[in-house]
């Protein structure tokens, strides 16, 4: 059984950072893809980014250049760095993982609220 534990979130001004962990338990981390979304109000959840046991990485086009998501093998750990963030970005983030070999993602964490003043 995976179980995940973000930390990281909260409130921020326009244009501000913030870096969002995610810690891993449960299983082998390293087969694992990890990838983080999040949920604004009345909208659905959405795939922020992700990334492979291997350290490929996708990021949706609306934070391409901003977010940067890694990961430390040692640590079963991963990180979404956030830079010049938006009131737009304004949402819930959760950290989610999946087996290298599924489809879906499979563990979700609680997820950790991150909200951006203009």
């Known amino acids: 059984q995976v179980e995940l534990g973000e930390s990281g979130g909260g409130l921020v001004q326009a244009g501000d950072s913030l870096r969002l962990s995610c810690a891993f338990y449960g299983q082998t981390f390293s087969l694992y893809v990890m990838g983080w979304f999040r949920q604004a109000p009345g909208k659905e959840r959405e795939l922020v980014a992700q990334i492979t046991p291997g350290s490929s990485t996708y990021e949706t086009d609306s934070v391409k250049g901003r977010f940067t998501l890694s990961r430390d093998n040692a640590k079963n750990t991963v990180y979404l760095q956030m830079n010049s963030l938006k009131p737009e970005d304004t949402a819930i983030y959760y950290c989610?993982?999946?087996?290298?070999?599924?489809?879906?993602?499979?563990?979700w964490g609680q997820g950790t609220q991150v909200t951006v003043s203009p």
């Open positions: 989610a993982a999946k087996h290298r070999s599924s489809s879906i993602f499979e563990y």
